[in-house]
C-alpha cells in the first residue's frame, strides 16, 4: 500500500507556531535584557519574560500536535 501523502508545510498549524515562535524568542530576550525599573512598572513582574516562555511552550506544543495527528488530504477518486 503507497504512503498517505501529508500537508506537510502547508498546514496552517506549522505557520502558526513559526510565528509564535518568533514572537516568543523576541519576547524571551527582551525579557532577559530587561531594566529593573521596567520590570518594576510591573508590580515586579518580568512579562516580557513570562509571556515570551509562554509562547515558545504554545509553540512546541503547535508543532507537536501537527507531527502527531497530521493532516492527510482526501483523494478524489481518478487521482494518482
Do not use: C, H, S
Not at 509571556?51 to 477518486?77: C, D, S, Y
Amino acid at each position: 500500500m503507497a504512503e498517505k501523502k501529508k500537508a506537510g508545510a502547508f498546514d496552517i498549524r506549522i505557520v502558526i507556531a513559526a510565528l509564535i515562535g518568533i514572537y516568543g524568542v523576541l519576547l524571551t530576550v527582551l525579557g532577559i535584557v530587561e531594566k529593573q525599573t521596567e520590570i518594576d512598572k510591573a508590580a515586579g513582574l518580568n512579562i516580557n519574560l513570562w509571556g515570551g516562555v509562554t509562547m515558545l511552550v504554545f509553540a512546541v506544543l503547535f508543532l507537536l500536535w501537527a507531527r502527531w495527528r497530521p493532516i492527510v488530504p482526501v483523494e478524489k477518486p481518478g487521482q494518482e
